[in-house]
């Protein structure tokens, strides 16, 4: 299977999905789910997703679909389409599966993953995060992580539009 063949099946919807969450919790897997829009990937995000991978043994990240982002964000967002964000994350080494979701939150795809740990960064409370009684029902955990100073898509995009 060629580097490529090896990322892109990290990128998981629908039965694939399933199964291999199905597979992780046979094998006790501890399961962090975290989500976000990931546009333009940053030093943040790395610090972000990285200290989050290692809260457990298996990294699931819900990314919104780019409907989604355009949405939350505005019409000039995304700057990458949801492939390319998917592919960018799914290439990461401590990134289990990525998983694309259309809806303005991620609480379906919780529903459906039922992670040990949800993760959100510190921009966000505990009692703010979109599936946190889903999590906590069953006896899970919602950590919110620091986040890097310095570091924001927003800021990025206005930076690159503005020719800075």
Not at 101 to 111: G, H, M, R, V, Y
Not at 119 to 138: H, N, Q
Request: aromatic share 6%.
């Amino acid at each position: 299977m060629s580097t490529h063949e090896s990322v892109s099946a990290k990128i998981l919807a629908g039965d694939s999905l399933e199964r291999e969450i199905a597979r992780w919790k046979f094998f006790r897997k501890k399961i962090v789910f975290t989500n976000g829009c990931f546009d333009l990937l940053h030093l943040g995000h790395i610090e972000y997703l990285g200290k989050a991978a290692d809260m457990g043994d298996v990294l699931i990240i819900g990314l919104n679909s780019d409907g989604s982002v355009r949405r939350l964000k505005g019409s000039n967002r995304p700057v990458n389409n949801q492939e390319q964000r998917a592919m960018l994350l799914a290439s990461l080494s401590f990134v289990s599966a990525v998983a694309i979701f259309d809806e303005d939150t991620p609480l379906n795809l919780i529903s459906k993953v039922q992670p040990d740990i949800l993760v959100k960064g510190g921009d966000y409370r505990p009692d703010e995060v979109a599936g946190a009684d889903i999590v906590l029902a069953k006896g899970g955990e919602v950590r919110i992580i620091e986040l890097t100073p310095g570091y924001s898509t927003t800021e990025m995009e206005k930076r690159i539009r503005q020719g800075k």
